[in-house]
């Protein structure tokens, strides 16, 4: 997973960062000590998916 996905920079699901970007949710990944959560955004062409 490209770090720009995870900092909300492009669209999670196909990394487009040009033009709007809309909020999608967020995200978990393990760290050391607990979890760490990533807010994310969609393209247009995206915004109706949630990460599951």
Known sequence: ??????????CYWCGAAHGPLTPAGSVTTPVEG????????????????RPR
Request: proline share 4%; glycine share 8%.
């Open 1 to 10: 997973m490209s770090i720009v996905r995870l900092h909300g920079e492009a």
């Open 34 to 49: 607990g979890v760490r959560h990533w807010f994310i955004v969609a393209c247009p062409q995206h915004s109706d998916r």
